[in-house]
């Protein structure tokens, strides 16, 4: 099956800073999505990027389908950034999805 | 408001016994997912269901069961065989596109 390998696997900021966070899979996949997951569990929705950029405030996102990776930028990071960024990938059919093992991510003051 | 139930937040079982997490939507979503996610570890999938009447198994269905009679609930059965069913569950659900799967707040299942 398709692997997702994400990087770094914990990363610390002072608030203020950028970071970019990696994604890199091992096939062709039909859907890529990137989501936080907040300190109490919830997992909201980022971005819908198979390939292209987009961007949405002070985060971006970059999927390079061909070399089969994706980039999420955060700019200007703040506490609230804090918590876990997870990559997911689709399958050919794209019910089934494979999520990486994710980004830990502490934001200091 | 439009959006994914989970319910129970928090639910214990004792040994051997079959516990169903509820999962509701009204977002008129085809598709349903179950996840579970172990401490410090990803998502793994666990069912989904494209439409109704219909589900296939995930990564680590043994142990497991569902149903989806109706569009809008896709419950999970943790059944006995399940041996180390302690972990945070999550369902979500997507257009049929599965362009972007939106999530409930989970439920924590712990083993007395």
């Known amino acids: 099956g398709i692997q997702v390998e994400q990087s770094p696997p914990d990363l610390i900021l002072q608030e203020g800073a950028n970071s970019t966070l990696r994604c890199n899979f091992s096939d062709s996949v039909n859907n890529l999505q990137w989501f936080h997951q907040n300190p109490w569990g919830q997992l909201i929705n980022l971005f819908y990027?198979?390939?292209g950029t987009k961007q949405n405030g002070r985060l971006s996102a970059t999927t390079v389908a061909t070399e089969r990776y994706s980039l999420l930028y955060i700019s200007s990071s703040q506490t609230t950034d804090s918590g876990v960024y997870f990559c997911?990938?689709?399958?050919?059919?794209?019910?089934?999805?494979?999520f990486g093992a994710g980004t830990r991510l502490f934001v200091k003051a | 408001d439009g959006g994914i139930t989970q319910s129970p937040k928090y639910l214990f079982r004792k040994e051997g016994q079959n516990v169903t997490l509820s999962c509701e939507q009204n977002?008129?979503?085809?598709?349903m997912y179950w996840y579970r996610q172990d401490p410090g570890q990803g998502l793994r999938l666990i069912y989904y269901s494209q439409i109704v009447n219909d589900f296939q198994k995930g990564d680590i269905a043994e142990g497991y069961s569902v149903s989806r009679e109706k569009k809008e609930s896709f419950p999970l059965t943790v059944t006995s065989a399940q041996k180390n069913p302690t972990a945070f569950y999550l369902c979500?659900?997507?257009?049929?596109?599965?362009?972007?799967?939106?999530f409930g707040p989970g439920t924590r299942l712990l083993v007395l």
């Open positions: 997911a990938v689709g399958d050919t059919g794209g019910f089934k999805t494979i």
């Open positions: 979500a659900s997507s257009n049929r596109d599965v362009e972007t799967q939106y």
């Open positions: 990027i198979p390939s």
């Open positions: 977002l008129n979503h085809d598709a």
